[in-house]
């Protein structure tokens, strides 16, 4: 039984001893930078002709016929022909402080039709799909960062249950989400780690790390038998950016984080200014100012990052929604991002433009967008950019001066 | 090792009480195969059309009050049925003499996986009782007819509002078509991602389906659930190469036919069957011959199940699974009685698998380790702790493990056990252990 008390004490711990404390500085010995990336995957495909209208383009109207995105008040101008829906204020005063970048006509390579496929696209970074086990490019990403001394290798961060494949991988990574119930005692804990250790050792390391960060989070544990609700999870994007931006800003906290948001396949009733994907767009924009607010001591040497696996069709469908697509947009945010611009090679909505008569042609590759990100701000070089991040991609140049 | 398979890789753990005999383990599964998998109708579980009495009256509570500019109708939605339908569950989980038949209905259910929010959710236990648990042993081919057309997947997948285009509704009220249950059932349902269909096979099948859909609109009506052939769109469609003449409702049962026989559904169902209950380790031989199987016999699930039970491989691939929340919670209610605290939904919930609300049409995840991540496995840890605390009686988990885990006990688990520092701390390592997590 010795043992046991041994363990008992070291868990008292157990914040410092399996949790951030062996976290990684990322800075090299050559810079002062400690950069952070926090990847938002929108999943269902974002419909980025309503949250950045291209209004300024002659065949808006006609091509997407949405008089709610014209009414006044409905949203705010980015220069150029394009314009902000009404639903994302912070993100406008990000824009306006040069924080925050768009990018419009982007695709990944792929070019069907399925969430799940392009989920995995986007996600595992390759050029096709491929079938068997996949790794994550940011998890890819996460193995080739720049090491400080004497330090272990870095560790991921993703909020959620289970680990979403952009950050699987070799890279151990670590799950957090909300919690409901009280939290377990230290002498269970310690008395079921070691049966696993024993007898499961994936289930070891994963309760360990749960631990961890349960202790870490500094977050009392919800016991007041409320039943959360499954039909109002839109608070919970600023809940969960809360929570991301609060492991990040420790000074020993993860540097590189992934959080998924759901709800955007609006197939139906979309409703982009006051309906429901206005009432996403919100929820969205609250995620994004918690996370300004929460990694503000940080927040100059950060970047996040929001990408979606496809866009929707141009054309409003017969049941005042949008079916998938293929361009959309994404959004770099951050102290360290050169915003305050759209960037799109515009490809124009007149009916001989569109992607098979009905898709936003894409124009410039996620990849490209990742590969400048991960090249600027955290230091990967081009070679491996184009081969072990985002395989088959040599011929792809990052987009340059993103960061800076 | 046969002990455990029977009762947690086809079953949901043993009942309190229960004492299986290994020896007759695999022959009380097998033996659940000639049993009916229809349930009774129970009193205060809506059908579908129930279920649509219940949304017209709700839609007309909230006109009535919007006329007279009352404050606004607290909408529940579909909230409470759905809560209803997680304790009939729960209930039969406890009870069931054919644990089998319940595993089955949560692989069926998860291949036609629906989500809550919204409309669907007044119908996703009515589409269990009427279209999936009847057809479980049954044909596929009846399965994938009454889910495609059921209230609950034409309102999640919007096909209650898709005209055609030319239809006489389509062209009067301007309405057009809406391709999400078309790609679905090829993508998810039948042939698979890689069954070699292209976009405009989508929208060849969205226009099939035109029509079938659900009127909720007051006023009179003699059909509310069904076919209509005001919404659908005229003419003939071509599908995998294969032309479908104009012929109504009956297009889409001939398209649903040719579908439920494909080589390429025979594949893409019997591989998830076998992911779901053997694992990712199942020897690719074991999907193949069920494959096979299936053609044979025009998509007979019932032998296709007996085969994946007669198969060797079925009871002696390593139980490498993670089991998922909704199992845990069935099978403690099972073990333990039905504890009442934690609350079902909110423990699922809490786990990461919300009831009745898959993340996607694709459902719950399968990769054996798909649940083994860090919050989830300490939320597991979280969820034991605090039904063990709430246990009474609390039965002793000493004996329980042996009855429960057979010959699978590891020595750690028993000693584990044995030495905890009392009886609820006891079970909680027992609900914790290898054993029971994973199958």
Same mark, same amino acid.
């Given at each position: 039984?010795?043992h046991?008390?041994g363990?008992?004490?070291?868990?008292?711990?157990?914040?410092?001893?399996?949790?951030?404390?062996?976290?990684?500085?990322?800075?090299?010995?050559?810079?002062?930078?400690?950069?952070r990336?926090?990847?938002?995957?929108?999943?269902?495909g974002?419909?980025?002709?309503a949250a950045?209208?291209?209004?300024?383009?002659?065949?808006?109207?006609?091509?997407?016929?949405?008089?709610?995105?014209?009414?006044?008040?409905?949203?705010?101008?980015?220069?150029?022909?394009?314009a902000?829906? +009404?639903?994302?204020?912070?993100?406008?005063?990000?824009?306006?402080?040069?924080q925050?970048l768009v990018?419009?006509?982007v695709?990944?390579?792929?070019?069907?039709?399925?969430?799940?496929?392009?989920?995995?696209?986007?996600?595992?970074?390759?050029?096709?799909?491929?079938t068997?086990?996949?790794?994550?490019?940011?998890?890819?990403a996460?193995?080739?960062?720049?090491?400080?001394?004497?330090l272990?290798?870095?560790?991921?961060?993703a909020?959620?249950?289970?680990?979403?494949?952009?950050? +699987?991988?070799?890279?151990?990574?670590?799950?957090?989400?909300?919690?409901?119930?009280?939290?377990?005692?230290?002498?269970?804990?310690a008395?079921?780690?070691?049966?696993?250790?024993?007898?499961?050792?994936?289930?070891?390391e994963?309760?360990?790390?749960?631990?961890?960060?349960?202790?870490?989070?500094?977050?009392?544990?919800?016991?007041?038998?409320?039943?959360?609700?499954?039909?109002?999870?839109?608070?919970?994007?600023?809940?969960?950016?809360?929570a991301?931006?609060?492991?990040?800003a +420790?000074?020993?906290?993860?540097?590189?984080?992934?959080?998924?948001?759901?709800?955007?396949?609006?197939?139906?009733?979309?409703?982009?200014?006051?309906?429901?994907?206005?009432?996403?767009?919100a929820?969205?924009?609250?995620?994004?100012?918690?996370?300004?607010?929460?990694?503000?001591?940080?927040?100059?040497?950060?970047?996040?990052?929001?990408?979606?696996?496809?866009?929707?069709?141009?054309?409003?469908?017969?049941?005042?929604?949008?079916?998938?697509?293929?361009g959309?947009?994404a959004?770099?945010?951050?102290?360290?991002?050169?915003?305050?611009?759209?960037?799109?090679?515009?490809?124009?909505?007149?009916?001989?433009?569109?992607?098979?008569?009905?898709?936003?042609?894409?124009?410039?590759?996620?990849?490209?967008v990742m590969?400048?990100v991960?090249?600027?701000?955290?230091?990967?070089?081009d070679?491996?950019?184009?081969?072990?991040?985002?395989p088959?991609?040599a011929?792809?140049r990052?987009l340059?001066?993103?960061?800076? | 090792?046969?002990?455990?398979?029977?009762l947690?890789?086809?079953?949901?753990?043993p009942?309190l009480?229960?004492?299986?005999s290994?020896?007759?383990a695999?022959?009380?599964?097998?033996?659940q195969?000639?049993?009916?998998?229809?349930?009774?109708?129970?009193?205060?579980?809506?059908?579908?059309a129930?279920g649509?009495?219940?949304?017209?009256?709700?839609?007309?509570?909230?006109?009535?009050?919007?006329?007279?500019?009352?404050?606004?109708?607290?909408?529940?939605?579909?909230?409470r049925?759905?809560?209803?339908?997680?304790?009939?569950?729960?209930?039969?989980?406890?009870t069931?003499?054919t644990p089998?038949?319940e595993?089955?209905?949560?692989?069926?259910?998860?291949?036609f996986?629906?989500?809550?929010?919204?409309?669907?959710?007044?119908f996703?236990?009515?589409?269990?009782r009427?279209?999936?648990?009847?057809?479980?042993?049954g044909?596929f081919?009846?399965?994938?007819r009454?889910c495609?057309?059921h209230?609950?997947?034409?309102?999640?997948?919007?096909?209650?509002?898709?005209?055609?285009?030319?239809?006489?509704?389509g062209?009067?009220?301007?309405?057009?078509?809406?391709?999400?249950?078309?790609?679905?059932l090829?993508?998810?349902?039948?042939?698979?991602?890689d069954?070699?269909?292209?976009?405009?096979?989508?929208?060849?099948?969205?226009?099939?389906?035109?029509?079938?859909?659900?009127?909720?609109?007051?006023?009179?009506?003699?059909?509310?659930?069904g076919?209509d052939?005001?919404?659908?769109?005229?003419g003939?469609?071509?599908?995998?190469?294969?032309?479908?003449?104009?012929?109504?409702?009956?297009?889409?049962?001939?398209?649903?036919?040719?579908?439920?026989?494909?080589?390429?559904?025979?594949r893409h169902?019997?591989?998830?069957?076998?992911?779901?209950?053997?694992?990712?380790?199942?020897?690719?031989?074991?999907?193949?011959?069920?494959?096979?199987?299936?053609?044979?016999?025009?998509?007979?699930?019932?032998?296709?199940t007996?085969?994946?039970?007669?198969?060797?491989?079925?009871?002696?691939?390593?139980?490498?699974?993670?089991?998922p929340?909704?199992e845990?919670?069935?099978?403690?209610?099972?073990?333990?009685?039905?504890?009442?605290?934690?609350?079902?939904?909110?423990?699922?919930?809490?786990?990461?698998?919300a009831?009745?609300?898959?993340?996607?049409?694709?459902?719950?995840?399968?990769?054996?380790d798909?649940?083994?991540?860090?919050?989830?496995?300490?939320?597991?840890?979280?969820?034991?702790?605090?039904?063990?605390?709430?246990?009474?009686?609390?039965?002793?988990?000493?004996?329980?493990?042996?009855?429960?885990?057979?010959?699978?006990?590891?020595?750690?688990?028993?000693?584990a056990?044995?030495?905890?520092?009392?009886?609820?701390?006891?079970?909680?390592?027992?609900l914790?252990?290898?054993?029971?997590?994973?199958?």
């Amino acid at each position: 039984m010795t043992h046991l008390i041994g363990r008992r004490l070291a868990l008292a711990g157990l914040g410092t001893l399996f949790g951030w404390g062996f976290a990684p500085r990322l800075s090299s010995a050559a810079s002062s930078r400690d950069p952070r990336l926090l990847v938002l995957v929108l999943r269902g495909g974002l419909d980025s002709l309503a949250a950045v209208p291209p209004l300024g383009d002659p065949a808006f109207d006609s091509a997407r016929q949405a008089p709610e995105l014209r009414a006044a008040g409905a949203t705010t101008p980015l220069g150029g022909i394009f314009a902000l829906n +009404r639903n994302m204020p912070r993100l406008a005063a990000l824009y306006a402080q040069r924080q925050a970048l768009v990018v419009h006509a982007v695709a990944s390579p792929y070019r069907g039709r399925s969430h799940f496929d392009g989920q995995d696209l986007l996600e595992c970074g390759y050029p096709d799909l491929v079938t068997g086990s996949r790794t994550g490019w940011l998890n890819r990403a996460l193995a080739l960062l720049p090491r400080g001394d004497r330090l272990p290798a870095p560790k991921g961060l993703a909020i959620a249950a289970t680990v979403p494949l952009i950050m +699987r991988g070799a890279v151990p990574v670590e799950t957090w989400q909300r919690q409901v119930f009280r939290y377990a005692d230290d002498d269970t804990i310690a008395r079921l780690l070691d049966l696993y250790e024993a007898r499961d050792p994936a289930l070891a390391e994963a309760l360990r790390t749960g631990a961890a960060l349960d202790s870490a989070s500094m977050r009392p544990a919800a016991d007041d038998g409320a039943d959360p609700s499954p039909n109002t999870p839109r608070a919970d994007f600023a809940a969960d950016a809360t929570a991301a931006a609060r492991f990040m800003a +420790r000074p020993d906290g993860p540097r590189v984080a992934a959080i998924s948001y759901g709800g955007w396949d609006t197939h139906a009733d979309q409703g982009s200014v006051s309906g429901r994907l206005g009432r996403n767009l919100a929820a969205l924009d609250q995620a994004l100012g918690a996370l300004a607010d929460g990694l503000a001591p940080v927040w100059a040497d950060t970047v996040v990052a929001v990408v979606t696996e496809f866009g929707r069709t141009v054309r409003v469908n017969g049941t005042r929604g949008t079916d998938h697509g293929v361009g959309t947009m994404a959004l770099l945010l951050g102290g360290a991002v050169r915003g305050g611009r759209v960037l799109a090679d515009w490809p124009g909505l007149g009916q001989q433009q569109l992607l098979e008569g009905r898709d936003l042609a894409p124009t410039t590759d996620i990849r490209a967008v990742m590969k400048g990100v991960l090249a600027e701000h955290l230091g990967l070089d081009d070679a491996r950019l184009g081969t072990e991040i985002f395989p088959q991609s040599a011929a792809l140049r990052p987009l340059r001066n993103l960061i800076g | 090792m046969t002990l455990h398979a029977a009762l947690f890789r086809f079953g949901l753990g043993p009942r309190l009480g229960e004492a299986p005999s290994p020896s007759g383990a695999q022959a009380a599964v097998l033996a659940q195969l000639s049993r009916s998998t229809t349930l009774p109708a129970a009193a205060d579980l809506p059908s579908a059309a129930e279920g649509v009495a219940q949304l017209m009256a709700t839609r007309s509570q909230i006109s009535t009050a919007n006329r007279n500019q009352q404050q606004p109708v607290r909408f529940s939605g579909p909230s409470r049925t759905s809560l209803r339908e997680l304790a009939h569950r729960v209930e039969l989980a406890r009870t069931s003499e054919t644990p089998l038949h319940e595993r089955l209905a949560l692989h069926w259910t998860n291949h036609f996986a629906l989500t809550r929010a919204g409309t669907s959710g007044y119908f996703a236990g009515a589409m269990e009782r009427e279209a999936i648990r009847p057809h479980m042993l049954g044909h596929f081919h009846a399965m994938l007819r009454g889910c495609t057309t059921h209230p609950a997947m034409l309102f999640f997948l919007n096909n209650v509002s898709s005209y055609g285009p030319n239809s006489a509704d389509g062209q009067r009220r301007q309405r057009g078509l809406n391709e999400n249950l078309g790609r679905e059932l090829l993508e998810l349902h039948t042939l698979g991602v890689d069954g070699g269909y292209t976009q405009a096979d989508v929208l060849e099948v969205a226009r099939i389906l035109t029509g079938w859909t659900v009127h909720v609109e007051s006023g009179a009506r003699e059909q509310r659930i069904g076919f209509d052939p005001a919404m659908h769109e005229p003419g003939a469609r071509t599908v995998l190469g294969k032309r479908y003449p104009e012929g109504g409702a009956a297009q889409l049962e001939a398209l649903l036919a040719d579908l439920a026989r494909h080589p390429a559904t025979a594949r893409h169902v019997t591989r998830r069957l076998v992911r779901h209950f053997i694992g990712d380790t199942a020897p690719p031989a074991l999907a193949q011959g069920l494959a096979a199987l299936f053609l044979r016999t025009d998509g007979d699930l019932g032998a296709v199940t007996r085969a994946l039970l007669e198969h060797p491989a079925s009871w002696s691939t390593p139980r490498l699974k993670a089991r998922p929340p909704v199992e845990l919670v069935f099978s403690a209610a099972r073990m333990l009685d039905a504890p009442s605290r934690p609350a079902p939904r909110r423990s699922m919930l809490a786990m990461g698998q919300a009831w009745q609300d898959a993340p996607s049409p694709a459902g719950w995840p399968e990769a054996d380790d798909a649940w083994v991540a860090p919050d989830s496995v300490k939320t597991r840890l979280d969820w034991a702790l605090q039904l063990a605390a709430a246990l009474d009686p609390l039965p002793d988990a000493r004996p329980l493990a042996e009855r429960a885990f057979g010959d699978a006990l590891s020595p750690q688990t028993r000693q584990a056990i044995q030495r905890a520092e009392g009886g609820r701390q006891a079970m909680t390592l027992l609900l914790m252990s290898p054993e029971f997590q994973r199958r």
